[in-house]
T-cell receptor, first 112, second 115 residues
Framework: GENVEQHPSTLSVQEGDSAVIKCTYS??????FPWYKQELGKGPQLIID?????GEKKDQRIAVTLNKTAKHFSLHITETQPEDSAVYFC???????????FGAGTRLTVKP | GAGVSQSPSNKVTEKGKDVELRCDPI?????LYWYRQSLGQGLEFLIY????????KSGLPSDRFSAERTGGSVSTLTIQRTQQEDSAVYLC?????????????FGSGTRLTVV
């Protein structure tokens, strides 16, 4: 089945710096890759997604890149702010399975 | 509604008791999922409902866990004879699905503590 690995598990950056979180997936049939942000005491919230027919997508300070050949995708956050501090999860959706497979999460801390 | 609603937000129960967790998905979302998140951990898939199809129960950890979805809308997750290892946050999510996947909308979860 699909296996999603996420790195790093924790990431600490200074306010204004960039943050990059990387995920790899195992099944080349996966074709949809969302990213979620989870703040303390809340459920994960979808922040950006990308489909396999696109290599890059950007929304203000966040962007996602996808390399289908290498089977990895990354989340990029530029000009980080303290409110970006949260746990971020990547996921991969494979048409052969009913559920998305999630990475283990990255705890991002943005220091003022 | 505006989002996925889960109740209760917190539940403390004694070991051996049964609990019911409720999820009210976004109107029009045909897919509904239950996940479990243990403290500081990732998301563990439990069960999936899609329209009127038979649910995918492949993630349920034991036969003490069951779920139903009535009328294609509200879902209830039931845990019988709760154990301490059942303590976790139970998250419900719903999604629109039409030929391809879309992102989930999660509720805020039910924090279950078994004492």
């Amino acid at each position: 089945g699909e296996n999603v690995e996420q790195h790093p598990s924790t990431l600490s950056v200074q306010e204004g710096d960039s943050a990059v979180i990387k995920c790899t997936y195992s099944d080349s049939a996966s074709n949809y890759f969302p990213w979620y942000k989870q703040e303390l005491g809340k459920g994960p919230q979808l922040i950006i997604d990308i489909r396999s027919n696109v290599g890059e997508k950007k929304d203000q300070r966040i962007a996602v890149t996808l390399n289908k050949t290498a089977k990895h995708f990354s989340l990029h956050i530029t000009e980080t702010q303290p409110e970006d501090s949260a746990v971020y999860f990547c996921a991969a959706s494979n048409p052969a399975y009913n559920d998305m497979r999630f990475g283990a999460g990255t705890r991002l801390t943005v220091k003022p | 509604g505006a989002g996925v609603s889960q109740s209760p937000s917190n539940k403390v129960t004694e070991k051996g008791k049964d609990v019911e967790l409720r999820c009210d998905p976004i109107s029009g979302h045909t897919a509904l999922y239950w996940y479990r998140q243990s403290l500081g951990q990732g998301l563990e898939f439990l069960i999936y409902f899609q329209g009127n199809s038979a649910p995918d129960k492949s993630g349920l950890p034991s036969d003490r866990f069951s779920a139903e979805r009535t009328g294609g809308s509200v879902s209830t997750l039931t845990i019988q004879r709760t154990q301490q290892e059942d303590s976790a946050v139970y998250l419900c999510a719903s999604s629109f699905f039409q030929g391809q996947a879309y992102g989930y909308t999660f509720g805020s979860g039910t924090r279950l503590t078994v004492v």
